[in-house]
């Protein structure tokens, strides 16, 4: 099987969580009522737009790299 996977090349990996808004404090672990659950996607849809919109993300890495990890949350300027 990791010879399999090392036949398919460089990957990319989008990470794509979940970042808590300031007025949730613990509730989110266990608050799941439709409006939460609405702004939970819809920050998660933003999120997906954002991590599209950046080109380099989606460039297939160097193969010496193999793998390389984005998060939209953790640019480094």
């Known amino acids: 099987m990791l010879e399999e996977y ?6 990319n990996i989008c990470h794509l969580i979940y970042q808590e808004k300031a007025y ?5 672990d266990y608050e799941f009522s439709g409006t939460s659950m609405r702004d939970h996607w819809q920050s998660g849809y933003e999120d997906t737009l954002k991590t599209l ?14 793998i ?3 998060d939209i949350h953790r640019i480094e300027d």
């Open 6 to 11: 090392e036949r398919s090349g460089a990957v």
């Open 24 to 28: 949730e404090r613990d509730f989110k």
């Open 53 to 66: 919109r950046r080109r380099e993300f989606l460039k297939k890495p160097d193969k010496s790299t193999a």
């Open 68 to 70: 390389v990890v984005h």
